[in-house]
T-cell receptor, first 114, second 114 residues
Framework: KNQVEQSPQSLIILEGKNCTLQ??????????LRWYKQDTGRGPVSLTI?????NTKSNGRYTATLDADTKQSSLHITASQLSDSASYIC?????????????FGRGTQLTVWP | EADIYQTPRYLVIGTGKKITLECSQT?????MYWYQQDPGMELHLIHY???????EKGDLSSESTVSRIRTEHFPLTLESARPSHTSQYLC?????????????FGQGTRLTVV
């Protein structure tokens, strides 16, 4: 069964600190993995995309890693800001159908305190 | 900034009423999706479309229906709303490309049925 598991479920950190969010997946055949940021009451917005051959990709203070062998990904946030408070969702796409089905994790709810 | 729009953003309606949630995109994407998301939970696919006159049911059973008469428009209709339909509904669109295809999300419609 294709699944995406994220940890931790929620996380509280102080402003300026770093944090790492985890994503494990069983989706096969794998196409790509995206990390989305979803602010409360809004739609998800893509942060990074990782394809099978990529190990690390950065987008400003966000750095995503992918280990396709162990089917694990992480999202590292550096020097957190109050505006980073949101749900971070790991989304894996398969290439087994023309739809390119998206599989969503439940997200990690990050709260940054001043 | 994604060019995909949902209206209304918030809707409170009585049981038994018919409602239509609107979704429009100006990116010319052929694939469009409707997701349902309860607080703190993952997104569940309820409907998708490959293009005009193509609609399919998603993974999560839903009493709603959709239509795709125009490429840019993908409305979702509930003939008789019930309290169990209370949820957030997210519309998304994507192109028909291979690995790396990104789904763009609307802001969502938060529906409350009383």
């Amino acid at each position: 069964k294709n699944q995406v598991e994220q940890s931790p479920q929620s996380l509280i950190i102080l402003e300026g600190k770093n944090c790492t969010l985890q994503c494990n997946y069983t989706v096969s055949p794998f196409s790509n993995l995206r990390w989305y940021k979803q602010d409360t009451g809004r739609g998800p917005v893509s942060l990074t995309i990782m394809t099978f051959s990529e190990n690390t990709k950065s987008n400003g203070r966000y750095t995503a890693t992918l280990d396709a062998d162990t089917k694990q990904s992480s999202l590292h946030i550096t020097a957190s800001q109050l505006s980073d408070s949101a749900s971070y969702i790991c989304v894996v796409s398969d290439r087994g159908s023309t739809l390119g089905r998206l599989y969503f994790g439940r997200g990690t709810q990050l709260t940054v305190w001043p | 900034e994604a060019d995909i729009y949902q209206t209304p953003r918030y809707l409170v309606i009585g049981t038994g009423k018919k409602i239509t949630l609107e979704c429009s995109q100006t990116m010319g994407h052929d694939k469009m999706y409707w997701y349902q998301q309860d607080p703190g939970m993952e997104l569940h696919l309820i409907h998708y479309s490959y293009g005009v006159n193509s609609t399919e049911k998603g993974d999560l059973s839903s009493e709603s229906t959709v239509s795709r008469i125009r490429t840019e428009h993908f409305p979702l209709t509930l003939e008789s709303a019930r309290p169990s339909h209370t949820s957030q509904y997210l519309c998304a669109s994507s192109e028909s490309r291979g690995a790396g295809t990104e789904a763009f999300f609307g802001q969502g419609t938060r529906l409350t049925v009383v």
